[in-house]
């Protein structure tokens, strides 16, 4: 079993370099900058068992009608004891992937809480590690 995963778009990869910067060896990145739902929704990621995991999806197809379904797509094939999903600046995005992660239990972090930098990365990715690793992510040691 891995500690942590994290999936989708550069968020999901920065924050993973944010993380790794505050507690050294991070956890495995399916990730790429620029990624839509759709594209992250046909990735063949191989399954996992981790214990948390961390998605990001929605922010670079804000408006794409088949959000919901690409989201949905993407979590049925995550495995993990907590996942969960960064909520996009976008609202209209957000609000659709909250209605996901609720669908499945999931937890939220919402990263309007956070000072955008151009309306889609926050300005700095210490506040998300941080709430990150008080959620339980830890890497190289026992989860919390």
């Given at each position: 079993?891995?500690?942590?995963?994290?999936?989708?778009?550069?968020?999901?990869?920065?924050a993973?370099?944010?993380?790794?910067?505050?507690?050294?060896?991070?956890?495995?990145?399916?990730?790429?900058?620029?990624?839509?739902?759709?594209?992250?929704?046909?990735?063949?990621?191989p399954?996992?068992?981790?214990?948390?995991?961390?998605?990001?999806?929605?922010?670079?197809?804000?408006?794409?009608?088949?959000?919901?379904?690409?989201?949905?797509?993407?979590?049925?094939?995550?495995?993990?004891?907590?996942?969960?999903?960064?909520?996009?600046?976008?609202?209209?995005?957000?609000?659709?992937?909250?209605?996901?992660?609720?669908?499945?239990?999931?937890?939220?972090m919402?990263?309007?809480?956070?000072?955008?930098?151009?309306?889609?990365?926050?300005?700095?990715?210490?506040?998300?590690?941080?709430?990150?690793?008080?959620?339980?992510?830890?890497?190289?040691?026992?989860?919390?």
């Open positions: 079993m891995i500690l942590c995963l994290m999936v989708g778009d550069s968020l999901a990869h920065f993973a370099q944010a993380v790794r910067a505050a507690q050294g060896p991070a956890c495995r990145v399916v990730a790429r900058k620029g990624a839509g739902s759709a594209e992250i929704a046909s990735w063949r990621v399954p996992v068992d981790a214990t948390f995991v961390v998605i990001s999806a929605g922010s670079n197809d804000p408006r794409n009608p088949a959000l919901p379904r690409n989201l949905a797509a993407i979590r049925a094939r995550i495995t993990g004891k907590r996942v969960a999903w960064l909520l996009p600046y976008d609202r209209q995005a957000a609000l659709i992937v909250h209605r996901v992660a609720v669908s499945f239990g999931d937890s939220e919402d990263l309007a809480a956070y000072p955008a930098r151009d309306g889609i990365h926050p300005q700095s990715y210490a506040g998300v590690a941080g709430a990150l690793t008080r959620w339980g992510i830890r890497f190289g040691g026992t989860p919390k």
